[in-house]
């Protein structure tokens, strides 16, 4: 459903920011701990500079850096990650998403909540990013 | 100085949240819409709650309009009522 728009201007303009728009959803997340953002905001970001290839492009030139099956797999990885993170705790003894419970050795406690938040935070990212994508590939699907 | 910023950004989204409940096209109701969440984005960081109007700007002003935007192609693009 989804053509190529025929415009240099906005093609060039969405080409260039694109990449600016991912880079910036990483800062989001890896930022998060100390400035505003998180997993949810980086992965609405992330989610929406692959939309505006999908918008630009088309499905088809866009589907090339970003595969439409690729969507739904980043999605349910990201939940992965999230309960396994969650049940490895748990194996080790203390409550769901204990991270002081976590299995790394050589590191202080207050460094096992900094990983394991980080964790966490990334398990978000890939779940609301690829989520949001497969929203938007579904919507504008083709009819048969 | 900065009631007059906050009385300003909430006239804004009162007046853009009532013309996008009384606007007749839809695509225009759902860029209203958009210039709502922005407004309230603003209004969210001003409060001092720079998650949550970075949450409303990506979300609210980004994501949900271009799929409410997606969802209009399957329907007419004038309202009924």
Known sequence: MIAKYKNIVV???SRVMAP???LYALYALFHGHSSPGGGFQGGAIMAAGVMLLRLTLGKERSSRKFPVWLAPVIG???VFIFAGTGIVTMLGGGNYLDYGFLPFPFLSPSEHRFWGILIIEIGVFLGVSGIMVTIFDCLT???E | MSWEI???IVVVVIISAIVALSIRDLLAAS???MAYSFGMALLYTELGAPDVGFTEAAVGAGLSGVFIIAALYYMKRR???
């Open chain 1, 11 to 13: 093609n060039i303009a």
């Open chain 1, 20 to 22: 600016f728009m991912m």
């Open chain 1, 76 to 78: 349910t990885t990201g």
């Open chain 1, 141 to 143: 699907a083709e009819q």
């Open chain 2, 6 to 8: 906050g009385l300003i």
């Open chain 2, 31 to 33: 860029f209203v819409l």
């Open chain 2, 79 to 81: 309202s009924d009522d």
